[in-house]
C-alpha cells in the first residue's frame, strides 16, 4: 500500500534539474508533496488531484497520471534551499484523509 | 491562521518508563488528527489518527495509546517504554469538509529511551 518513490537519493549542483517520481499499485484520489528538511518537521508542498491540473510554484511543479497512478516532481534551477527529503503521500479516497508515504528521497544541492 | 503545538520538543526517558506527549492544534475546529513516528533516516509511519474526540484509530499494534479528549488535542502515551519507541514523533492535522485532506505537522517531539 505504500507508494514507491525513486530516486533514493539525488545530488545536484546548483542550478541543476532534478525529477523524484512517486509510483503506486492502488488506484490514486490525490498525490501530495512534502519536503522535510534535516531535524525538522515535514511542510507541505502542493498536493496534485485526481482529474486536476499540474500544480507549481516557483521552479518546483509536479504532475500526476491517473491511469498509471503515478506522479512526479520537478524541481528546476535547483538552489542550495531545495536540500532535504521529499515524500510524496497518497490518499486512496477511503479511509478519510489518511495518506501512504513513500521512504523518501535524499535531495542534496550543492554550490 | 492554524498552529499546532507540540510538547515537549526533547525527551530521554528511561527503558520501562510511561510516556505522555501532547498535541494541540488552533484556528481550525474538528480537524483530522494524525500520530507518526520516523526513525533516524526512515520514513514517516502512521501510528494513530482520530476523526473526532474520543475516536481513534490504530494503525500498527504496539505499546502505545492515544486519546483525544478535546476537539483539538490528541494524546500519545505509553505505560512502558521500549528501546525501540526512540524516534522523532510527529502530531499533524488535516482539514474536514474538503477533498483534499492535505496534511500540517507539527515541529515534533524527539524521543530517546535510554
Known amino acids: 500500500q505504500q507508494p514507491v518513490q525513486s530516486p533514493q537519493a539525488v545530488i545536484l549542483r546548483e542550478g541543476e534539474d532534478a525529477v523524484i517520481n512517486c509510483s503506486s499499485s492502488k488506484a490514486l484520489y490525490s498525490v501530495h508533496w512534502y519536503r522535510q528538511k534535516h531535524g525538522e518537521a515535514p511542510v507541505f508542498l502542493m498536493i496534485l488531484l485526481k482529474g486536476g491540473e499540474q500544480k507549481g510554484h516557483d521552479k518546483i511543479s509536479a504532475s500526476f497520471n491517473e491511469k498509471k497512478q503515478q506522479s512526479s516532481l520537478y524541481l528546476t534551477a535547483s538552489q542550495l534551499s531545495y536540500s532535504g527529503t521529499y515524500f510524496c503521500?497518497?490518499?486512496?479516497?477511503?479511509?478519510?484523509?489518511?495518506?501512504?508515504f513513500g521512504r523518501g528521497t535524499q535531495l542534496t544541492v550543492w554550490p | 491562521s492554524q498552529t499546532i503545538h507540540q510538547w515537549p520538543a526533547t525527551l530521554v526517558q528511561p527503558v520501562g518508563s510511561p510516556l505522555s506527549l501532547e498535541c494541540t492544534v488552533e484556528?481550525?475546529?474538528?480537524?483530522?488528527l494524525y500520530w507518526y513516528r520516523q526513525a533516524a533516516g526512515r520514513g514517516l509511519q502512521l501510528l494513530f489518527y482520530?476523526?473526532?474526540?474520543?475516536?481513534i484509530s490504530s494503525e500498527v499494534p504496539q505499546n502505545l495509546s492515544a486519546s483525544r479528549p478535546q476537539d483539538r488535542q490528541f494524546i500519545l502515551s505509553s505505560k512502558k517504554l521500549l528501546l525501540s519507541d526512540s524516534g522523532f514523533y510527529l502530531c499533524?492535522?488535516?482539514?474536514?469538509?474538503?477533498?483534499?485532506?492535505?496534511?500540517?505537522f507539527g515541529p515534533g517531539t524527539r524521543l530517546t529511551v535510554t
Open positions: 482520530s476523526v473526532g474526540i474520543g475516536q
Open positions: 499533524a492535522w488535516s482539514g474536514t469538509g474538503t477533498i483534499s485532506y492535505e496534511q500540517y
Open positions: 503521500g497518497t490518499y486512496r479516497g477511503s479511509t478519510l484523509g489518511r495518506l501512504y
Open positions: 484556528g481550525t475546529s474538528n480537524p483530522n
